[in-house]
């Protein structure tokens, strides 16, 4: 199912005997190895010999390999050096501060340091609410991991896992303006993890946990939020939850039909099932099935933990139990959190008319999206190369910008479930049909939209709890 992609794009630097079929011959050599040219730029020219540099899309490092093997394969032609365009873009990391202030005079320095920032430093200890007017609190967050359920890679280590923790700093600063910090914790101790970030607390407005595995991240997540007067939203959970609940809404308006009259079957009980289940019980369906790697969830199962037990509570009216082909037949609707190529199409052949699959497992989702849409109305996966992707990207920025602006000291699933609908609406019904349920993340109306709908919902403008009060020295400040 592999196509190539940027994620695998290489710069193959070749030298290569002057001819006039050359550049041909080269860009052939190429296509016949299934790599996709994306740029031919000649850099030397002499009358025996030019350098030119060609950048293509691979499928995976060794098909990389392959496509530089069939270019030294042509006569007089040496690929002298190949770069791998992703790991260009990594050198020495994505983010990095800059100062907002000019540092240019004695001036300056005595006003943005030593003296004059002591006279702040003293307004802020008299009233610490005012950190979020005077430092950079108002609009910073942590982007917290330990490393253990890194993208589909794992327990990879903090320091593996700061790769993705920048670009998710990056994709918050790009996309709602804010200001995020990668924070890998070297423990995978929950009570280490919990008191670190509970010190490391006043710096921040806000905490979003990223790939904790579970069951761990629960328990984490909530005595945090007991703990902290600032929001703490798992992403993993939360905003995936969002975007499904979303995408689940235009998926029924595009089928015609009601949540409450639709059986939903969620395979996949981990830290992404569970918050889907948990938010869309919010949305009063039928009935929700939950299924995981030892068959449907009932409430009579051995050994759960308390995440387990509540879902068991919570989900099966009927009280079924079996496999995944049980759980399926009759369903309106498929959601994958779990596992790669776990669905078949008899399984997807036996659910209700006008179905709905969400196969969301990443990078291979549980049935073969092409396959799913031989008998389903609407498909939707997490990859990009195919229509209705289900990208945490859709939520995540928007609702940190609306509960900073909201100077929001916690979240709760009203917010949740107002960015689901705000998000759902960013995609007008003259736009609505089975191939397009969500909106693109280049969309300017996605972060927009959510921040408005969290921030209303967080008591929206006004400043909650401290936030409101101002020090006698703030009073001639202006925001
Ligand atoms: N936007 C998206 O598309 C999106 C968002 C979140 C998660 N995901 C994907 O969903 C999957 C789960 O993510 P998570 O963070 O919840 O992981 P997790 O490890 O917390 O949970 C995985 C769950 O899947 C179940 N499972 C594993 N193998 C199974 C099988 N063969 N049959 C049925 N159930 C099985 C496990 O029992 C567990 O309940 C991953 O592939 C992840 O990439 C996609």
Not at 357 to 384: C, K, Y
Request: some cysteine; charged content about 20%; aromatic content about 4%.
């Amino acid at each position: 199912m592999a196509v190539p992609g940027p994620g695998y794009s290489i710069t193959m630097r070749v030298s290569a005997p002057p001819s006039a079929t050359v550049a041909g011959d080269l860009t052939t050599a190429v296509g016949q190895a299934g790599g996709v040219i994306t740029g031919f730029d000649v850099v030397e020219s002499a009358n025996d010999a030019m350098v030119v540099d060609i950048s293509a899309n691979a499928q995976s490092e060794d098909h990389a390999e392959q496509i530089t093997e069939a270019l030294n394969a042509l006569d007089g032609v040496q690929v002298r050096k190949v770069s791998d365009r992703t790991f260009l873009v990594h050198l020495g990391g994505k983010i990095e501060v800059q100062s907002k202030v000019p540092l240019r005079t004695r001036d300056d320095l005595s006003r943005a340091y030593t003296p004059g920032v002591a006279r702040v430093s003293m307004a802020i200890a008299k009233n610490p609410d005012d950190a979020r007017r005077l430092t950079i609190k108002r609009n910073t967050i942590a982007v917290v991991t330990d490393g253990t359920a890194v993208l589909g890679l794992g327990d990879i280590g903090p320091a593996a896992a700061l790769p993705v923790m920048e670009g998710k700093a990056a994709l918050f600063k790009r996309f709602a303006g804010v200001d995020a910090w990668p924070v890998c914790l070297d423990t995978t101790d929950t009570e280490e993890i919990i008191r670190t970030v509970q010190l490391l607390a006043p710096v921040y407005a806000g905490i979003n946990l990223e790939d904790i595995s579970a069951p761990r991240c629960f328990e984490i997540e909530a005595r945090l939020r007991e703990m902290l007067d600032i929001p703490v939203f798992h992403d993993d959970q939360h905003g995936t939850a969002i975007v499904v609940v979303a995408a689940l809404r235009n998926a029924l308006r595009v089928v015609g039909k009601d949540m409450s009259d639709c059986k939903i079957v969620v395979s996949g009980v981990g830290a992404a099932g569970s918050a889907i289940i948990r938010l869309l019980l919010h949305n009063k369906p039928k009935d929700i099935v939950a299924v995981d790697i030892n068959g449907i969830v009932t409430r009579d199962r051995a050994n759960m933990d308390t995440n387990m037990a509540q879902i068991a509570e919570l989900t099966n009216a009927d009280g079924a139990a079996g496999k995944l082909s049980d759980a399926i037949a009759g369903a309106d609707v498929f959601i994958g959190v779990s596992a790669p190529n776990i669905l078949t199409e008899a399984d997807v052949a036996s659910m209700n008319s006008d179905a709905v699959v969400f196969a969301l497992a990443n990078p291979d989702p549980e049935i073969d999206p092409l396959l799913a849409q031989q008998h389903a109305a609407v498909v939707a996966t997490g990859r990009s190369d195919y229509p209705n992707q289900i990208n945490n990207v859709l939520a995540f920025p928007g609702v940190f910008r609306g509960l900073l602006d909201a100077q929001a000291h916690k979240i709760t699933d009203e917010m949740l479930l107002a960015a689901a609908e705000a998000l759902a609406d960013v995609v007008s019904p003259d736009q609505l049909n089975s191939s397009y349920i969500v909106p693109s993340v280049f969309d300017e109306k996605v972060a927009t939209s959510v921040a408005r709908a969290v921030s209303s919902a967080a008591g929206g403008g006004t400043k909650t709890g401290g936030g409101a009060k101002e020090s006698a020295l703030l009073s001639d400040v202006r925001d």
